[in-house]
């Protein structure tokens, strides 16, 4: 699809928001092998979480830190089947994402996952276009009947 | 024959060669500490999940989480009390973004009374209650420290743990 499987690559070490990290990891040759997913969250420990759901369950992924990497790393070509987004992020939130990749015509799966409990905010992110919405953090459980999903979809 | 051992003490105080008998006493203890945690409500099912994750890839996984959340937390503490001492606090929604980013990374390692006090202290916000706000601050401070200590406990005897069951002593040559 235009995402190279590669090494492991942890790039920086700060904890600093304004610090993205990138996650390639191989695909481990699982069922869930030929998906391919991106991480949208500026938080390092779910970066860490939902990297290492994805990579046990064989699921190719790359991970960036706010909506509008999520929008660039479109803009330069690379699609992903499913798209784990956060919504609170700097720069560019992840309502906003989800409208601009909407309006791209991205047809990927985005499932919203986020901390947040208040009824209109899920609202408007669904309004955005979002395939579900999970409450965080992300479950094994949760991951694997996304992925199954997305496999029938297909 | 009987090699004798050199005269090697761990930390605890205890010789090392006491500890190849250690480690499933210390494995125990572990689980007693994690049971006590999961019982008060520290702790929930999430933290299962970061243990499940663990593994020969990944093998500090949870302490390089954890370790994470307590950088993390104590800047969030630190930003809601400078917060919470401004003069003239009217932007309670700038305090509504540091407890959205709290409850999160707790919700994710599994600090579930951490989480709880958040969702307290987002309701004193909402109101724009400030009393109840620095109440609530306080709570989250006592139990967020509680979790760490506790926490610390738990990888400090995780680490003698593994010493301990890698140890060779003299009737297993």
């Given at each position: 699809?235009?995402?190279?499987?590669?090494?492991?690559?942890?790039?920086?070490?700060?904890?600093?928001?304004?610090?993205?990290?990138?996650?390639?990891?191989?695909?481990?040759?699982?069922?869930?092998?030929?998906?391919?997913?991106?991480?949208?969250?500026?938080?390092?420990?779910?970066?860490?979480?939902?990297?290492?759901?994805?990579?046990?369950?064989?699921?190719?992924?790359?991970?960036?830190?706010?909506?509008?990497?999520?929008?660039?790393?479109?803009?330069?070509?690379?699609?992903?089947?499913?798209?784990?987004?956060?919504?609170?992020?700097?720069?560019?939130?992840?309502?906003?994402?989800?409208?601009?990749?909407?309006?791209?015509?991205?047809?990927?799966?985005?499932?919203?996952?986020?901390?947040?409990?208040?009824?209109?905010?899920?609202?408007?992110?669904?309004?955005?276009?979002?395939?579900?919405?999970?409450?965080?953090?992300?479950?094994?459980?949760?991951?694997?009947?996304?992925?199954?999903?997305?496999?029938?979809?297909? | 024959?009987?090699?004798?051992?050199?005269?090697?003490?761990?930390?605890?105080?205890?010789?090392?060669?006491?500890?190849?008998?250690?480690?499933?006493?210390?494995?125990?203890?572990?689980?007693?500490?994690?049971?006590?945690?999961?019982?008060?409500?520290?702790?929930?099912?999430?933290?299962?999940?970061?243990?499940?994750?663990?593994?020969?890839?990944?093998?500090?996984?949870?302490?390089?989480?954890?370790?994470?959340?307590?950088?993390?937390s104590e800047k969030l503490l630190r930003n809601l009390k400078l917060l919470l001492m401004e003069?003239?606090l009217?932007?309670y929604?700038k305090i509504e973004?540091h407890l959205?980013q709290f409850m999160?990374?707790s919700?994710?390692?599994?600090?579930?009374r951490v989480?709880n006090v958040c969702v307290t202290f987002r309701a004193a916000t909402?109101?724009?209650n400030r009393i109840g706000c620095l109440r609530a601050l306080e709570l989250l401070e006592n139990e967020y420290y509680?979790?760490?200590?506790?926490?610390?406990?738990?990888?400090?005897?995780?680490?003698?743990?593994?010493?301990?069951?890698?140890?060779?002593?003299?009737?297993?040559?």
């Amino acid at each position: 699809m235009g995402i190279d499987a590669g090494m492991w690559k942890l790039a920086g070490s700060s904890s600093s928001s304004s610090t993205c990290r990138r996650f390639h990891a191989s695909s481990l040759g699982g069922s869930s092998g030929e998906v391919k997913a991106l991480v949208v969250d500026d938080s390092r420990i779910n970066q860490m979480l939902h990297h290492k759901l994805l990579d046990n369950l064989g699921v190719e992924n790359l991970v960036v830190c706010n909506g509008k990497e999520a929008v660039d790393i479109h803009v330069s070509g690379k699609q992903f089947d499913l798209i784990l987004m956060d919504i609170d992020m700097p720069v560019m939130n992840g309502i906003e994402a989800t409208r601009k990749l909407r309006d791209m015509g991205i047809r990927s799966v985005i499932t919203g996952i986020s901390s947040h409990t208040l009824d209109h905010v899920k609202q408007e992110f669904i309004a955005a276009g979002i395939d579900e919405y999970h409450e965080k953090p992300l479950t094994s459980a949760k991951l694997l009947s996304i992925l199954n999903k997305i496999k029938h979809k297909d | 024959m009987v090699r004798p051992m050199p005269h090697i003490f761990t930390s605890t105080g205890l010789p090392l060669w006491l500890l190849g008998w250690g480690a499933e006493f210390l494995r125990a203890e572990m689980s007693r500490l994690l049971a006590l945690l999961f019982h008060q409500g520290v702790l929930d099912e999430q933290f299962l999940q970061l243990q499940q994750l663990q593994d020969e890839s990944s093998p500090n996984f949870v302490y390089e989480v954890t370790s994470i959340y307590f950088s993390e937390s104590e800047k969030l503490l630190r930003n809601l009390k400078l917060l919470l001492m401004e003069k003239e606090l009217s932007d309670y929604r700038k305090i509504e973004i540091h407890l959205n980013q709290f409850m999160g990374s707790s919700s994710s390692i599994g600090a579930n009374r951490v989480r709880n006090v958040c969702v307290t202290f987002r309701a004193a916000t909402e109101e724009n209650n400030r009393i109840g706000c620095l109440r609530a601050l306080e709570l989250l401070e006592n139990e967020y420290y509680y979790l760490k200590n506790k926490l610390h406990e738990f990888f400090q005897i995780e680490q003698q743990r593994s010493l301990a069951a890698r140890v060779r002593y003299p009737m297993q040559d």
